[in-house]
Each structure stands twice: as C-alpha cells, then as structure tokens.
C-alpha cells in the first residue's frame, strides 16, 4: 500500500504542478511562463517526486512508464494494473482540485471547442498547432520510447542512481520543450485522461491516442535497452 500510495502522490503533483503552470501561470500578458516554464514545471514535479518518494514506489508516476519498466524487466507484471490504477486516481484527483481552483475565477470556462482546454491534449484541430492523427501518434510514441531508455539507462547497476532523478527530469522538460506544440505534450496516459474528463467533448474523445502511443512507445524502450543497451553481464 505504500508504493500504490507513493503512486498516487506523485502522480497528483505531477498533474497539479504541470497542468496547474499551464493552466494559471503560461498564459498571464507580459509574466506568464510560456512554453518554457510549463516544460520545467513537468520535469521539475517529476524530479522532486523521484526523490521525495521514488525509493518507495521507484518514482513511475506514469502508467506507460510501468509498462515500459515491466517489459525491460525492471517492474514485476503483478504490480503493474494497480500502479497504473493509482496513478489514474491520482491525475484525476489533481484534475479535480485544478477544476475547483480554476472555477474560481470570474470568466473561466472550460471550451471544448478549442484546443488544449484545461490543459488537454489532442491532434488534429485539437493540436496547438494543427498536426495531424499520425504525426502526433509519431511524436508521443518516439518521445516515450526515449524517455524509457533514458530512465532505464539512469537507473542502471552501473549509473550513479545520485543523479538518477536530475536525468530524469531534465529528460521530461526536454520532451515537452519538443512536444507542447503538437500535442500539448502527453508521454502519460494519466495526466491525458484526468485532463479530458474534466474538458469533455473531443479532448475526451481522442483520449485513446494518448493511451496506446505511449504505452507501445514505453513498451518499445524497455525492450530495446534490456536487448540492445543492457549489460547481462551484471548478471
């Protein structure tokens, strides 16, 4: 119960702290942080989650990380649907909290007509800027499958596991840095659907991209650093 625990609040901060930067601090005239303060919020949630409670759960806090982490034989299959239930409760749980702040405010509306609502990913006319079904389905599943040999590679035997979360982190802020504007930036199924069940409408609709793009691209990573970049000599 306390891995699943360390799931749902790491998944819960990450969600808050990205999708809330997004939602509250981008887009403010002359102060607002952009593009590049929301790619650091992400990585930073990431970051501070993986030391906060990663020697607990080992820091997935993304249901296609599980995945990608049991393929590249680092995470039993036992634990893998209730890590990913975890970390859907606890997106969701931070979309909620994102809403009722949100709705606060005089003048906010949730406008499923538009793109990147509450901080929703899409493609097509849903892509921030109007990239197509399969050029977003390219973009989630190569950035994941990076992200997996990444944080496979960083949490290696032989890497110093020390700086394990700096990698890690700086890798999420470099896949958003790339990804924000085709996407608004998935690598996790999650934080996609706890931000389109609170958008609704087509956000909610295309969500199934953002699951299966992911998890094949995790699914890949995993496979390629246990076969091709792993040393099975540590064995």
């Known amino acids: 119960m306390k891995k699943l625990f360390a799931e749902f609040f790491g998944t819960y901060w990450l969600v808050f702290g990205g999708c809330g930067s997004a939602l509250f601090a981008a887009g ?5 942080i952009g593009f590049i303060g929301v790619s650091l ?11 906060a409670v990663g020697h607990i759960s080992g820091g997935h806090f993304n249901p296609a990380v599980s995945f990608g982490l049991c393929a590249g034989g680092r995470f039993s299959g036992k634990d893998l649907i209730p890590y990913v239930v975890s ?13 009722f702040i949100w709705s606060g405010k005089t003048g906010n509306i949730i406008d499923n007509t538009k793109a990147g609502v509450f901080a929703s990913n899409g493609f097509g006319a849903f892509s921030p800027d109007g990239y197509s079904m399969l050029s977003c389905f390219a973009a989630e599943f190569i950035l994941i499958m990076f992200f997996l040999i990444v944080i ?5 035997k032989f890497a110093n596991g020390k700086f394990a979360g700096i990698a890690i982190g700086l890798a999420l802020t470099l896949i958003h840095l790339i990804s924000i504007p085709i996407t608004n930036t998935s690598v996790n199924p999650a934080r996609s659907l706890s931000q389109a069940i609170f958008a609704g409408g087509t956000p909610l609709m295309q969500v199934w991209l953002f699951w299966i793009a992911p998890i094949a691209g995790a699914l890949l990573g995993g496979i390629i ?3 091709l970049l792993q040393n099975h000599d540590e064995k």
């Open 152 to 156: 496979l590679g960083a949490t290696d």
């Open 28 to 32: 403010i005239p002359n102060l607002g």
């Open 87 to 99: 970390q859907c409760i606890g997106a969701i749980a931070a979309a909620a909290t994102l809403f």
């Open 41 to 51: 919020a992400f990585g930073l949630t990431v970051l501070t989650m993986a030391y």
């Open 225 to 227: 650093y246990k076969n």
